[in-house]
Structure formats: structure tokens, C-alpha cells
């Protein structure tokens, strides 16, 4: 099982799959091979949500930025 840490650093450093995991998070980790628990699913979908109602908030970016 992955990690939220695991998703995190692939955010950060491949654009291919921060952009793929923008439209189909499940789609992008199955990309890079990672694969999380239906909890941590579940808080990243959430935060996917909150990004497509707010387009001028990214909140992956900000927490990964800090």
C-alpha cells in the first residue's frame, strides 16, 4: 500500500501525473504504480473536489508547498 507521502512527491515532480490525476486521480497513481487505502482515496478525492468547485484555489499545491 502507498502512502499520501508517495502521491505527494510524484505531485511535485511529474507533471504527467499531476495533470492526469487533475482529470482521474485513480487513473494517474495506477500510472506510477501506487495504490492507497480507501481512506486516503477518499481524502484525495476530496481535495480534487474542492479544487474543480474553486479554480483559483489548488489545494494539493498548498499543502504540498508548505
Known amino acids: 500500500m502507498s502512502s499520501l507521502e508517495d502521491v505527494y512527491e510524484q505531485w511535485q515532480n511529474n507533471a504527467e501525473f499531476r495533470a492526469?490525476?487533475?482529470i482521474d486521480p485513480d487513473?494517474?497513481?495506477k500510472?506510477?504504480?501506487l495504490e492507497?487505502?480507501?481512506g486516503d482515496f477518499a481524502k484525495i478525492n476530496v481535495l480534487i473536489n474542492r479544487k474543480n468547485q474553486d479554480s483559483?484555489?489548488?489545494e494539493l499545491d498548498k499543502r504540498i508547498s508548505k
Open 36 to 38: 492507497l487505502n480507501a
Open 56 to 58: 483559483d484555489s489548488d
Open 27 to 29: 487513473k494517474a497513481l
Open 31 to 33: 500510472s506510477v504504480k
Open 20 to 22: 492526469l490525476f487533475k
